[in-house]
């Protein structure tokens, strides 16, 4: 007898949950999927490199489509947004360059407008996130693609904290650096696979890893106690691929997680051809690093 | 004249019946028999005289308290109505003014009021929450109730520190004649109560609720039901000793507890991706009532109580974490006095005091827990924004009132004054920065709160209602942060106004329409300027108003059927700030339509209820754009609330059966089946990651609550 046939008296017939499917992983059309900045970190005024990865743009030829803006307008605390509303405006964005990659330096102002530096008057200094970050808004609009922002991590100073502890932290603490890619491997039943023969319809186990440097600890002023702490970063991984089929879009160990490696798995497409891979391995303070990987599917 | 429930026969034709609050709709004929008062707001079963023809009947009491616009139903009553799972305080529910609050909430939404704006009350003492959460049961066990009633607004100068409405729960007289005690146990939770007189003087009642739909639910592997809507575990006791002292002298000793907690986790394989929330609530009350009638007809009522809140919501979205706690020392003093004044006037004077003494604990994100008017779409993360705070606050309310019951003829004139005195402390004005020292904040203020009602009896079948005054309320302990909030708030204010129309179609059938506007002024909102001032994250700019018609139809028992049909057209508004749009309030339902029915066939009662309510506001989402860091999309939003979810509807049925095993033994078996129909009423929007579509989440499909209920 079945738990159903004991207590007959609570039924529930149907599903609440609406049918949306989550195939956030599958890439059809252009689309911007990560940026990486070079340093990660430095204070504002400081000539950076970004470079974005940009999955199926319509057309490379003209580099200058791509195109770079930062964003002068904050958030009102009350919004859950990353960006103000008006980072989509025209009026409060600020040409930064075009193409792929390119160089700038961020607004020398980002730490009064999106930081802890307030002006005189009684301002409300900004907040920062749960890894004690402030971050500059960076607008990419390539052709086709939804408008994306890049959030790059400046270095301010500690604000709201006694003299001692702000000068603790300012010796303590390291700006962030990018993390690896270490390698990317492909597993079939076990046994390796090799990017240029993968049988169609085959599940891929793929496992990316990095080393146990890139999850860097850092110094982060915790408010309740009103003194400085170590805190390590989380690293995540999302993955994307133009055909098969992803378990999930994206994966990682949270920051009491030592291991270096985190995995998914990708069923090959039923029909041969070359299927596009990318991986971005994000770690909690803003850093990246991708890695694009073309695989042949075989019958 | 107006009295509690006393029924007089006569062997005649001549028969009167008085209601609390009402008039006697037949005036009896003479008779030389004299009943003594009730105790002040003391209500009883129905109590009957017989008397014989032409013999005069004087009755002497005071009248009880009643609002204007109050609905007031018995609790064996309430118990019968479809949808209450046979728990008499969740008739409320059905009665009109009352919004249906999103599903798998335990909020109540009164005439277009925020649900922290109502005030609840047990025997004039407050508690914080009058369901456990998700509404699935009230906090109070029905065993205890005399009766409950529900005041949209406009209500009397004896109650405040709201703008909303006013909910009452008035607990009984325990039975004087021997031991009783009541099983109960459904899907839902299981209850037991028990009563006995202990000697001549003394009675003492005891009760308890456990809840276990988690695990029913988790033993019938319903699909998909706690995906979206968390189930609590919950409890709640009651204990009341009764001691009668001298004649038509009594005092009460009342405990009252309750919990509850709920948990949900959304795990993933990637951390920034896992969810999880877990809350919990208590709270307990100790109060003493002690009411005296004296041999003029004036009483006494004195409830001092003291009580403590608990409550504590913990979420986590990745590793941004959104923590409240809070832990209240509560504590309250009403005392009333009423009596005569020449024979046209009832005069009440009293004083209602309260305090709370908060110690709060915030982590995390700025923008959780939400906020009426905060911006959102099902599943979206709160903004990356975090900081901590920990504060104390005090809150204390003293006022004194009056009021004058004033019978003219066919006009009843109830004019009120209430003061409202608050003294609103905050530990920190600033937030914390090192070590420096903390500086409170502390305010005092006054609101001067006149009120009115009156009564006009047309004829013997017509009378016109109005109700008006100003109200008041102070400002959450949870909104004095100096970092999440601003310690500096003071009290919210609103101006209620009614006006209606009672019409006696027969005995039993009255039908009452009734108008009414609300207006709201220094409503506590969120500062929206992307610079805000240091500790003011809130402002206290906001306005609203909210109005609108409600018809209700009514039934009194007859023949073995009761039920109602109450139709409300309304609309509630908000302006954040002054140069701000106007926008819908979040909980606005402009339609509210529920028919209520019951019929009993000798030991078969059938009931039934239908409710159609229209879709709560939303705001639609636009577009899209992509937060690389985070991996994850970012909802573009279109006009603020402007578009609606689906208009709800269910229909709920009851059946139950009595037998009778002895002369004193009951057993009452009842089913009911919520949403009998298993239309799929949409309960939230929800998109796809990306924003491209959108999907509808539905409510609970037809569920079955089972039980049955043994009565000594």
Redesign the interface.
């Known amino acids: 007898m079945t738990?159903?046939a004991?207590?007959?008296?609570?039924?529930?017939?149907?599903?609440?949950?609406?049918?949306?499917?989550?195939d956030?992983w599958l890439i059809t059309s252009a689309?911007?999927?990560?940026?990486k900045s070079e340093p990660a970190e430095a204070k504002p005024g400081t000539p950076l490199t970004f470079t974005a990865l940009i999955a199926n743009p319509p057309d490379m030829s003209d580099a200058s489509t791509i195109t770079w803006q930062f964003c002068t307008?904050?958030?009102?605390?009350?919004?859950?947004?990353?960006?103000?509303?008006a980072c989509?405006d025209a009026s409060s964005l600020v040409d930064a360059g075009s193409g792929v990659s390119i160089v700038a330096a961020t607004p020398s102002n980002a730490c009064s407008l999106f930081g802890p530096n307030?002006p005189p008057?009684?301002?409300?200094?900004?907040?920062?996130?749960?890894t004690g970050g402030y971050?500059q808004p960076l607008r990419?609009d390539a052709p086709d693609a939804?408008?994306?922002?890049?959030?790059e991590r400046v270095l301010c100073n500690l604000a709201?904290?006694?003299?001692?502890?702000a000068t603790e932290f300012g010796k303590d603490y390291i700006p962030n650096a990018n993390p690896r890619i270490g390698t990317i491997a492909a597993t079939i039943g076990g046994n390796p696979g090799s990017p240029s023969g993968i049988p169609r319809g085959a599940r891929v186990e793929l496992e990316a890893s990095w080393t146990a440097a890139d999850a860097e600890s850092y110094a982060y002023y915790d408010?309740?106690s009103?003194t400085i702490i170590t805190k390590r970063e989380?690293m995540?991984v999302?993955w994307y691929v133009s055909s098969g089929r992803l378990d999930?879009?994206?994966?990682?160990?949270?920051?009491n997680?030592l291991s270096t490696v985190?995995s998914?798995v990708w069923t090959a497409p039923s029909t041969p051809g070359t299927t596009k891979l990318w991986v971005?391995l994000?770690d909690?303070r803003?850093g990246a690093d991708f890695s694009t990987y073309e695989v042949a599917v075989v019958p | 004249m107006a009295l509690p429930a006393v029924s007089i026969f006569a062997p005649s034709a001549a028969h009167g019946q008085a209601e609390a609050g009402g008039h006697l709709s037949q005036e009896p004929e003479s008779s030389n028999s004299e009943l003594q008062p009730l105790a002040s707001g003391q209500m009883s079963p129905a109590r009957e005289v017989s008397a014989a023809p032409s013999t005069e009947i004087i009755v002497r009491g005071l009248r009880p308290r009643h609002d204007a616009f109050e609905e007031k139903l018995s609790v064996e009553q309430a118990r019968e109505v479809s949808g209450t799972q046979g728990d008499p305080v969740k008739i409320i529910e059905s009665l009109p003014g009352f919004a249906r609050a999103p599903f798998g909430s335990d909020q109540l939404i009164l005439w277009g009021a925020a649900p922290e704006d109502t005030r609840l009350y047990v025997d004039g003492v407050e508690i914080p929450r009058l369901f456990h959460g998700s509404g699935i049961r009230s906090t109070f066990n029905g065993e205890l109730l005399q009766s409950v009633a529900l005041t949209p607004g406009a209500y009397g100068a004896d109650y405040g520190r709201g703008i909303g409405g006013l909910v009452r729960l008035d607990t009984r007289e325990l039975p004087e004649d021997r031991a009783h005690a009541t099983v109960d146990a459904s899907t839902l939770d299981g209850s037991a109560f028990v009563s006995a007189p202990v000697g001549e003087r003394i009675r003492v009642a005891l009760a308890a609720r456990y809840g276990w739909l988690d695990r029913t639910l988790a033993a019938v592997n319903a699909p998909n039901v706690t995906d979206y809507f968390a189930i609590p575990r919950y409890q709640d006791y009651q204990a009341k000793v009764q001691l009668k002292l001298r004649n038509r002298e009594s005092l009460d000793l009342v405990m009252l507890a309750s919990t509850d907690a709920l948990s949900q986790n959304v795990l993933n394989v990637d951390p920034a991706r896992n969810r999880s929330l877990a809350t919990s609530n208590a709270f307990e009350r100790v109060y003493l009532r002690y009411r005296r009638t004296l041999d003029d007809g004036s009483s006494v009522d004195v409830v001092p109580w003291i009580g403590h809140d608990e409550s504590h919501y913990n979420a986590h979205f990745g590793s941004n974490p959104a923590d409240l706690d809070q832990s209240s020392l509560r504590w309250g003093l009403r005392a009333e006095h009423r009596s005569h004044v020449e024979s046209v006037a009832t005069l009440a004077m009293g004083i209602d005091m309260a305090g709370t003494r908060a110690r709060l604990l915030r982590d995390g994100s700025l923008t959780i827990p939400a906020r009426e008017g905060d911006i959102t779409v099902f599943g979206q993360p709160p903004g990356d924004d975090t900081n901590t705070d920990t504060w104390t606050a005090l809150v204390l309310n003293v006022a004194p009132y009056a009021s004058l019951d004033f019978d003219w003829g066919p006009l009843t004139l109830t004019p009120g004054l209430r003061f409202d005195g608050y003294l609103l402390e905050a530990s920190r004005s600033t937030p914390r920065v090192g070590q420096t020292p903390s500086i409170g904040q502390s305010t005092l203020r006054a609101e001067f709160e006149p009120r009115v009602s009156a009564r006009l009896r047309l004829s013997d079948h017509v009378a016109v209602l109005a109700a008006a005054g100003l109200y008041s309320q102070p400002p959450s302990p949870q909104d004095l942060s100096a970092v999440f909030g601003t310690p500096t708030l003071g009290p919210e204010t609103a101006t209620h106004a009614t006006l209606g129309e009672s019409i006696s179609v027969t005995d039993s059938l009255s039908a009452v329409v009734s108008g009414f506007y609300r207006s709201m002024n220094h409503l506590v909102a969120r500062d929206s300027n992307t610079t805000p001032k240091l500790a003011t994250a809130l402002l206290q700019s906001g306005t609203g108003r909210s109005y609108g018609v409600q018809i209700m139809l009514r039934q009194r028992p007859w023949n073995g059927f009761f039920g109602w049909i109450a139709y409300t057209i309304s609309r509630s508004e908000r302006r954040d700030s002054p140069g701000s749009n106007v926008r819908l309030f979040d909980y606005d339902e402009p339609r509210i339509l529920t028919a209520v029915g019951s019929k009993e066939f000798g030991s078969w009662k059938f009931g039934l209820r239908f409710r159609y309510t229209s879709g709560a506001p939303c705001t639609p989402v636009m577009g899209a754009f992509y937060d690389e860091k985070d991996d994850s999309y970012q909802p573009i939003f279109g006009a603020h609330n402007s578009i609606r979810l689906p208009a709800f509807w269910q229909i709920d049925a009851r059946v139950d059966r009595s037998f009778m095993l002895s002369d004193d033994t009951r057993l009452v078996v009842y089913l009911e089946a919520l949403n009998v129909t298993n239309h799929a009423n949409g309960e939230e929007y929800s998109y796809s990651p990306d924003y491209t579509r959108r999907g509808t989440i539905t409510g609970l499909p037809i569920v079955g609550v089972a039980g049955a209920r043994l009565e000594l």
């Open positions: 738990h159903r004991v207590l007959p008296i609570v039924l529930a017939l149907s599903a609440c949950k609406p049918n949306l499917s989550e956030d689309r911007v999927l990560a940026v307008a904050p958030k009102p605390p009350t919004e859950n947004n990353v960006v103000s509303a989509l307030t008057g009684g301002v409300r200094p900004r907040d920062p996130d749960e971050y990419i939804v408008p994306a922002f890049h959030l709201d904290a006694s003299f001692d502890v408010r309740s009103q989380s995540r999302a999930t879009e994206s994966t990682g160990r949270d920051e997680d985190t998914n971005v994000r909690s803003g």
